[in-house]
């Protein structure tokens, strides 16, 4: 594929959030149209709080074709929206805009993206399966409900503030069963999941030597996934490695969130393969 020129045709794209210069979208976004041989450019914009309705109004009058949305902007920016799709309504948060002739419909793709990645890199058949998700925040939200919707029986919800995990169980007890606990009542539930997800922030760069939960208790027949994908590989996932069990990094979860955004704004399969060399090598220059 030949190198992206922007001209009087390129078709615009972007992220909003605060802060943003860390993103990797871009980076990622910009090789996946140039793969596809598609005339677009996709840079990060920093919104500062006060400042998302107008952001979302130069969507429209600018006439970009899309834009992701991240922290702080995933709840505020559902007031702009003037659609919601269902899933992106049940988890409370919107990550996508597809500006249909300026009409702005909001999607979630972070949840399915999770799931897509898991499947495709562990081989897991979610139906019947007893899981549990540590932590209760904004991530756990589209985690939980993609799981559920997957067929998981049972989903245990552990958080450091315990009243989170309460709540968010409660709020997916439509969906399927599920349970919220205290980091401190783990321990019974251990041993009866076949998946642990961890959907805190611990183990994140620069805190890479913290670990959501003692791994000596995790039997060898579990799949052991995280979230966190800076560093690519987390504390929790390579001591879970080193008991046996088979592990599941936040870099897939990333590519695929990015992925369905692609394929909701282009109609085109996304180039998979090249959106992770280029976040990869991102991490390594
Ligand atoms: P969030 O809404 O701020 O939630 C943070 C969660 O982490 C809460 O449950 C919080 O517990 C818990 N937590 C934070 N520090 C903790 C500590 N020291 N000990 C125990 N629990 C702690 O954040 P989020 O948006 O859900 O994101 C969570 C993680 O997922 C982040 O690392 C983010 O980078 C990652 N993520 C990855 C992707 C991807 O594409 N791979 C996508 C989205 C998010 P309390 O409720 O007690 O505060």
Same mark, same amino acid.
């Given at each position: 594929m030949g190198k992206q020129k922007i001209d009087s045709n390129t078709i615009l794209y972007g992220v909003f959030g605060?802060?943003?210069?860390? #993103?990797?979208s871009p980076i990622m976004l910009n090789r996946a149209f140039e793969e596809a041989g598609i005339n677009a450019a996709y840079a990060a914009f920093h919104i500062k709080p006060g400042q998302l309705r107008s952001a979302i109004d130069g969507i429209r009058a600018m006439q970009f074709r899309g834009v992701n949305v991240t922290i702080p902007h995933k709840l505020e920016v559902m007031d702009y929206m003037d659609e919601i799709d269902e899933g992106a309504r049940v988890i409370g948060a919107v990550n996508t805009i597809v500006n249909e002739d300026g009409r702005l419909v909001g999607h979630n793709t972070d949840g399915i993206g999770y799931v897509r990645s898991l499947k495709e890199e562990t081989g897991i058949d979610l139906r019947g399966k007893h899981v549990l998700m540590l932590g209760a925040g904004g991530a756990a939200r589209g985690v939980g409900y993609a799981l559920a919707m997957e067929g998981a029986a049972h989903i245990y919800i552990a958080n450091r503030t315990r009243d989170k995990a309460i709540e968010l169980a409660q709020s997916m007890s439509s969906f399927t069963m599920a349970t919220g606990l205290g980091l401190d009542e783990i321990v019974d539930i251990v041993g009866k999941v076949g998946l642990i997800v +961890? +959907?805190? #922030?611990?183990?994140?760069h620069p805190n890479v030597n913290e670990v959501p939960m003692d791994t000596s208790l995790i039997l060898n027949t579990t799949i052991v996934s995280d979230l966190v994908y800076n560093p690519m590989v987390t504390k929790f996932l390579r001591e879970s490695e080193s008991r046996g069990v088979t592990i599941h990094s936040g870099l897939g979860m990333f590519i695929y969130q990015g992925a369905y955004a692609f394929e909701y704004w282009t109609g085109v399969s996304a180039p998979v393969v090249a959106m992770r060399q280029a976040v990869i090598d991102s991490f390594n220059t």
């Open positions: 605060d802060p943003i210069r860390h #993103s990797k +961890n +959907n805190t #922030s611990v183990g994140m």
